[in-house]
């Protein structure tokens, strides 16, 4: 059974910088497509970032280009979340998402498991 946990959340000042992880306990994501969501106050769930099985695709969303980097370590069935110059705009909920095929899109409905979420918020 795959079961994701997110780490990494906390609070920080803008311009700072934060680590999400995701560990899959299951084992099953190795060659699955994986992906980072976030959910503000009183906002839909959107796509932030998502990588394929092998880690060799990654994709973002627009406002994250630049400053956020999705990465996977693979052997230890681990997906990571590098934000860097961080904005109040980005203070939310960040989820983990793994997906049962190699490549997944910025659809949720694309991904399967989900994990329980980690709070990131950024002060002003």
């Known amino acids: 059974q795959v079961r994701l946990v997110e780490s990494g959340g906390g609070l920080v000042q803008a311009g700072g910088s934060l680590r999400l992880s995701c560990g899959d306990s299951g084992r099953t994501f190795k060659s699955n497509a994986m992906g980072w969501f976030r959910q503000a106050p009183g906002k839909e769930r959107e796509f932030v970032s998502g990588?394929?099985?092998?880690?060799?695709?990654?994709f973002y969303t627009d406002s994250v280009k630049g400053r956020f980097t999705i990465s996977r370590d693979n052997a230890k069935n681990t997906l990571y979340l590098q934000m860097n110059s961080l904005k109040p705009e980005d203070t939310a909920v960040y989820y983990c998402?793994?997906?049962?095929?190699?490549?997944?899109?910025?659809?949720?409905?694309?991904?399967?498991?989900w994990g329980q979420g980690t709070q990131v918020t950024v002060s002003s």
């Open positions: 998402a793994g997906a049962t095929a190699y490549f997944s899109g910025r659809d949720s409905d694309g991904y399967t498991y």
């Open positions: 990588i394929s099985g092998g880690g060799s695709s990654t």
